[in-house]
């Protein structure tokens, strides 16, 4: 059985920090992918990598980054916390077009 | 522009009943069609898929709709039980993995499936 591993499930963080979220992945899966979700607008796609070393935007990329130097490890870095980016935040991964597996999420607060 | 759109924000049905879930999206082109269930405080777990060929998909009490003339998916749930509780979500996109960061997920529906 697939599993999805978010190192954290709830951080607090203050306004201006530097972020890792950390996300791996036990299945050899090329496809990674970062979301968040916030109510009434369901799942955003950040980022996505399809490949080590190799990332795509996704649909709000702005004010994140991404790291992928493993295959099984996808990192979402927030570079200066800010308050919007409080949020619900869900790492996934996927082999060719098989469905996305997901893992338990983590909650992020920044004050 | 949102591609993918649940119009319905909450559904509540009694148990027992059935319950039906709305999809509906813009592109035509998308042939990537999921249903993905997600409780609180956990990820959303993968529930049910249909491939553009077909237009209906059955998995014991979940059966996928898919009308591709309309761009409308739709979820029944048959007989209702109180742990189908949760969000659900609809995604959609497209099976070529070169695509695979347009696929879209809907805003959810959560659903309530009282006793």
């Known amino acids: 059985d697939v599993k999805v591993t978010q190192s954290s499930r709830y951080l607090v963080k203050r306004t201006g920090e530097k972020v890792f979220l950390e996300c791996v992945q036990d299945?050899?899966?090329?496809?990674m992918f970062w979301y968040r979700q916030d109510p009434g607008l369901g799942l955003r796609l950040i980022y996505f990598?399809?490949?080590?070393?190799?990332?795509e935007k996704g649909d709000i990329p702005e004010g994140y980054s991404v790291s992928r130097e493993k295959k099984e490890r996808f990192s979402l870095i927030l570079e200066s916390a800010s308050t919007n980016q409080t949020s619900m935040y869900l790492c996934?991964?996927?082999?060719?077009?098989?469905?996305?597996?997901f893992g338990n999420g983590t909650r992020l607060t920044v004050t | 522009d949102q591609q993918v759109k649940q119009n319905s924000p909450s559904l509540s049905v009694q148990e027992g009943r059935i319950s039906i879930l709305n999809c509906d999206y813009t592109?035509?082109?998308?042939?990537?069609f999921l249903w993905y269930k997600k409780y609180p405080a956990e990820g959303p777990t993968f529930l049910i898929s249909?491939?553009?060929?077909?237009d209906k998909n059955e998995d014991g009490r979940f059966t996928v709709f898919l009308n591709k003339s309309a761009k409308h998916l739709s979820l029944h749930i048959v007989p209702s039980q109180p742990g189908d509780s949760a969000v659900y979500f609809c995604?959609?996109?497209?099976?070529?993995?070169?695509?695979?960061?347009?696929?879209?997920f809907g805003d959810g529906t959560t659903l309530t499936v009282k006793p």
């Open positions: 299945m050899d899966h090329e496809n």
């Open positions: 990598s399809y490949d080590v070393k190799m990332k």
């Open positions: 249909i491939s553009s060929i077909k």
């Open positions: 996934a991964s996927r082999l060719g077009n098989s469905p996305l597996h």
């Open positions: 592109n035509s082109m998308f042939d990537y």
């Open positions: 995604l959609v996109g497209y099976t070529d993995n070169t695509n695979a960061g347009k696929s879209t």
